[in-house]
């Protein structure tokens, strides 16, 4: 097997339901391989991370256009507009405005929030008795959602159909996007372009203390955002901080369903919830690639030079098994030391919400086993997953918990 039908299975259904096997082979092969047709493939920990870091890689624009006319789409015309496919000298000036107001301090200040609506959603939950619950639906699903719309200032009476957007935009993100069937994504990116207009000008005549008004505020002292990209940036957090968390309860979810000791070390403190938000994030990544360009000649990784305009496609969840890196990777073991995964990318693009991402997952795990004793899987159909590869997770995660 070879680099080409690597990334030819991992696009399969079988590929995207279980990519694991695919990426145990492109080990053997190497970190860094040529794939034919301008691409590289990256599948080595340390690999992945120097070409996230390298100056000469940038975001790659046509990984998620293929092409297709911005004119015609405006899902891909906002996303864009957005720091995510941006790169210098533009992604540092929108990042820096973006970085000012999503600060540490901001999001440790929303704990009591996160705290909140997380309670507030289990209480929905307990409701249910001993019948079983769609944990994705009734949770995994409607805990980013709130808290994002919290974090930015959309709100309560409005929120409800934020979940759809988000639902639609993800469509732009996923590796191999048909444009023909952005449709709902498109409609999605009107309806949530008019409402953050209205809700920036609303605050610019009447800050709050949220995400919007702060945002409005750094665009007033420095004028480095204008306002087509403050709605574009704003867009992306939704985005980009809706699904990938959404996953990573349901991915961790399943960890503790196959693990109950682990599930038995976490309510007994015997392992620290983080060790066990960072080995979920290793072991099974919610966001499973992201991609490079080239930007100029001379660029080479892991020894490979990568010429101008060659695009690079970064196994993230690969990385984060690569033997070499970690001892039997394979092994689901919140008690590894040194658990450092690339499930949050690295460099300049370093994910600006994971600060916020850890928060969500830790509360919502320590929350969820404290309150019910007999959490455990429904009885009946099982789990079953999203059939997607970039963002990893679940259409349905069935639990009973009382
Ligand atoms: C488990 C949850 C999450 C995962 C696994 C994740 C993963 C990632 C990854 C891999 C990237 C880098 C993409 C690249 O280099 O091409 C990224 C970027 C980003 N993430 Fe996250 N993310 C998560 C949650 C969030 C949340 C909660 C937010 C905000 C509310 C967020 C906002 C962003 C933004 C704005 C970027 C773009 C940064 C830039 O391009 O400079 N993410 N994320």
């Not at 820096?96 to 009591?112: D, G, K």
């Not at 690339?342 to 370093?350: C, I, P, R």
Request: overall charge negative.
């Amino acid at each position: 097997m070879d680099a080409e039908s690597i990334i030819a299975q991992l696009l399969t259904p079988e590929g995207r339901s279980d990519p694991y096997p695919l990426y145990a082979r492109a080990h053997e092969l190497g970190p860094v391989m040529p794939a034919g047709d301008g691409m590289v493939l990256v599948c080595g920990y340390e690999a992945c991370k120097q070409a996230l870091r390298h100056p000469g890689l940038g975001a790659d624009i046509n990984m998620v256009t293929w092409g297709a006319s911005l004119d015609e789409h405006p899902s891909l015309a906002m996303l864009s507009r957005s720091l995510l496919v941006a790169n210098p000298p533009h992604h540092g000036r929108l990042r820096s405005s973006m970085s000012q107001v999503f600060t540490a301090r901001r999001v440790t200040a929303l704990e009591p929030q996160i705290v909140r609506i997380t309670d507030a959603l289990l209480d929905t939950l307990a409701e249910s008795g001993s019948s079983p619950v769609e944990f994705m639906d009734a949770f995994a699903f409607s805990l980013p959602a709130h808290v994002i719309c919290e974090l930015i200032g959309v709100p309560a009476e409005d929120r409800h159909r934020f979940r759809g957007y988000a639902g639609d935009l993800m469509a732009t993100l996923e590796l191999l996007a048909d444009p023909s069937g952005l449709e709902a994504a498109d409609r999605a990116a009107v309806e949530v372009d008019h409402y953050f207009t209205a809700l920036v000008e609303a605050r610019r005549g009447d800050p709050r203390d949220d995400l919007v008004s702060a945002l409005v505020g750094v665009q007033e002292q420095e004028a480095q955002l204008d306002d087509e990209e403050l709605v574009a940036n704003l867009t992306l957090l939704l985005l980009a901080g809706f699904e990938t968390t959404t996953n990573l309860l349901g991915n961790g979810l399943q960890q503790l369903f196959e693990h109950p000791d682990v599930m038995a070390g976490l309510r007994a403190g015997t392992i620290p919830m983080q060790g066990f938000v960072d080995e979920v994030l290793r072991y099974d990544s919610p966001v499973q690639l992201s991609n490079r360009i080239a930007l100029a000649d001379g660029v080479s990784i892991g020894g490979l030079p990568v010429p101008a305009g060659n695009h690079v496609v970064l196994l993230l969840g690969a990385a984060n098994r690569d033997p070499s890196r970690y001892d039997g990777p394979g092994r689901f073991d919140p008690r590894r030391q040194d658990i450092q995964p690339l499930s949050f990318g690295g460099g300049a693009h370093y994910c600006l919400g994971a600060m916020l991402a850890r928060l969500e997952a830790s509360t919502a795990f320590g929350r969820l086993l404290s309150r019910f004793p007999a959490l455990g899987p429904a009885p009946g159909d099982g789990p079953a997953r999203r059939d997607r590869l970039t963002l990893r997770g679940h259409e349905t995660l069935p639990v009973v918990l009382a």
